[in-house]
């Protein structure tokens, strides 16, 4: 049998729900699981799509139950599982094939794969898809890195499985080899820097005002009608209202204060670094799960220094409300101006020619960072004169200039009291620095003189310099 649209290998949670949205938009998908039992599985909960699906026990079954040229996603664990999956298919496919890895691969990854497969084939395409298993069934964002000949043969199909912002599909072809997962990896640092940020907000209502988790929920349940629109703003509304069933009390309450982490923020941060781009926002939120993995180190640390009790934020009113709202948002844009700086700093290296205005475009639904801001970034983006950092955008220096008074009173509140905001702290000091004409790094230019003999700049005139104090 030969007359299966698309292949798709890996039925966990994100697999299934890819092939069950595949199937919904009336395309016939052959599925293949490692462990039978959850393609059975699988296929006794499609309900009605039942006949859109060819279960595959074999992989030989799956190429074959395809139409030629056969496009086959592969929704696998990211790493070595990736490569034994085409090492697998290689001698079953054809040259033209397309094999698609759907997961959060790494971009190095991604090239070395597309090098290695060369011009013999099969074709790879490396494709980002974000909005978790709810995206995945009824609509994610998608970022597609490969050849535009090959994300043409299956631009169809990824285009209307995508989410919709206003009837546009949020999938886009964004350039050669790892550019979409590349893009996909700044995506997750984003998210990481954007959750770090809420939880930190959280935390100032929560332990330094005293407020509920039920009242903090309702307080982002407004946010969400107002700039900070957003998924995770939303979500974060919905957890904070929900209760645990087996205690009564807030969920939040229960949770064990420890975050995961599958590594995509790590990548970005370290990509980040590596371009020599301060992400300082993403950092910081990588840095905060880690110190949260630190669980027991922290519970010792505190009896240490529980002299030092935070005396909470003092007065809380409307206008607390109003500065701890805007002080997130200002926040928030900074993360996200640190994101496109990294984009824009790793297409210059890899010869990308990303194009921002997409990304921004197809983030705006589907993905876990989506947020009504994402739609003034687009705007900026449609002006080709648009920097390379955000920051300075026309349509961000009027909002920034707005609300960064607001993230200094609160980040000033937080510390005062002696309460962690790593995440707000970072956006804020990338932020003064930024905007510092001068900054002090003409010390750091002394000091590796001093020591190293390493010379400096004048500002008065040009060639290197070496200062007074003789060698160090
Ligand atoms: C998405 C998410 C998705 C996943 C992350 C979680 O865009 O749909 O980012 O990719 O939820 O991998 O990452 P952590 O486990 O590192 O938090």
Redesign the pocket.
Known sequence: MTDADIGLIGLGVMGANLALNIADKGHTVAVYNRTPEKTDSFMQQAGSLADRFVPCRSLPDLVAAIRPPRPIIMMVKAGEAVDEQIDALKPLVAADDILIDAG?ANFHDTRRRVDALGTAGPRFLGVGV???AE?ARNGPSIMIGGTRESYARVEPILSAIAARYEDDPCSAYLGSDGAGHFVKTI??GI?YANMQMIAEIFGLLRNGYGRSPKDIGHIFDRWNGGMLKSYLIEITGKVLAADDPDTGQPVVDIILDRA??????RWTAIEAQALGVPATTIEAAVSARALSALKQERVAAAEIYDARHFDGLGDYGVETVKALEKALHAATIIAYAQGFAALSAASDENGWDLPYRDIARIWRAG??IRSAFLDVIMRAYEDASTPSNLLVAPAVVETLTEAAPALRTVVAGAVAAGMPVPALGAALGYFETYRSARTTAYLLQAQRDYFGEHGFERTDRPGDFHGPWGPG
């Not at 995961?260 to 923020?265: E, M, R």
């Open positions: 959060n974000s909005g978790g995206g995506h997750n998210e995961g982490q599958k590594g995509t923020g993905c876990i």
